[in-house]
Each structure stands twice: as C-alpha cells, then as structure tokens.
C-alpha cells in the first residue's frame, strides 16, 4: 500500500484502536456518589467538559498515529509507532481504573505521571515522523497536565485513602 490507501488503512485502525480506548475508559469511570462527594478545587473543569474534550483529544491522536505510520521512514520506526500507541493506550485505560474503579487517587497520581510520560513519548517518537503528528498530540499533554494537576489537588483534599 502507499500513498493515501496507507493513511487511509491507517486512519481505520488508529480509529478503532481510539474507540476501543475511550469505551474502555469510559467504562471504568464511575462518577457516582463516591466521586460527586470528594473534594474537589474550585477551578475544576465541569464534568460535562470532559466528554467532548476527550473526544477532540481521541481524533487529535487518532490523526497524528495515522499521519505518523504513513510517513514513517522503516519498519523499526513503524515498530516504535507502534510500542508507544500501545503503552500509551494501557496507561490511558488504566488512569481511570485506578482512580473511578479502584477509588484510588492517591495511585491515580503515580500512574498519570507514567501517562504524561508516555504522551512525551508520543510527542517524540510520533513527531519524528511526521512533525504534524507531534503538534497534533501537544493538547493531549496540556489536558493530562491538567487532570495531573486536578489529581494532585483532589489527593491532597481528601488524603488518605484506603
């Protein structure tokens, strides 16, 4: 395949590897009593924010992963693609276990600290392929930025956990 039926093909599959991710993470985030009743600051973004935020977020990624493997340059960059999209995706899910399913803030804010790492990562390893790819990732770190800040925040509001 070359040209646009390797976007496209890749577009497909980064599409559906994004849907999987956001249901997934959807599925484990529970804003039920437990999360309505925990302290929160007042700069919080609303929870009807994080829906179409996400969603802006998943077809950002989706773009860059599918402008990335087009442009990549070998198999081996391909390969890296590829290993940072999915660590990327574990840690993604695994944030709202932690935090929504567990009730675990306090392990929350370990993990999202690896997930801002991996988006880095994405950033780097995405962005060498395509610097398109890379900028189009750079409102998916400033939003983890954010919910890394709101974690700490809600941490340190309603410590220890249990």
């Known amino acids: 395949m070359m040209g646009s039926e390797t976007f496209v093909w890749a577009l497909g599959c980064a599409a559906a590897a994004g849907i999987v991710v956001a249901v997934a993470g959807g599925l ?12 929160k600051p007042g ?16 077809i950002l990624a989706v773009i860059a992963a599918a402008l990335a493997w087009e442009a990549a ?6 390969a890296a693609i590829l290993v940072s999209l999915v660590i990327n995706s574990v840690l993604n899910v695994a ?8 009730r675990r803030p306090d392990w929350a804010l370990i993990e999202v ?21 890379g900028w189009l990732l750079l409102p998916y ?11 700490y925040r809600i941490v340190q509001l309603n410590k220890p956990f249990a």
């Open 28 to 39: 484990l985030t529970e804003t039920g009593a437990w999360y309505a009743g925990l302290r």
């Open 43 to 58: 700069w919080k973004p609303p929870d009807w924010a994080f829906g179409p935020v996400w969603t802006v977020i998943i």
């Open 73 to 78: 340059s070998s198999p081996a960059a391909r």
């Open 95 to 102: 944030w709202s276990g932690f935090f929504f399913k567990l």
């Open 113 to 133: 600290a690896l997930l801002w790492l991996s988006i880095v990562l994405l950033v780097v390893v995405l962005g060498a392929a395509s610097s398109t790819a």
């Open 141 to 151: 770190l400033a939003w983890v930025s954010v919910a890394a800040f709101l974690n």
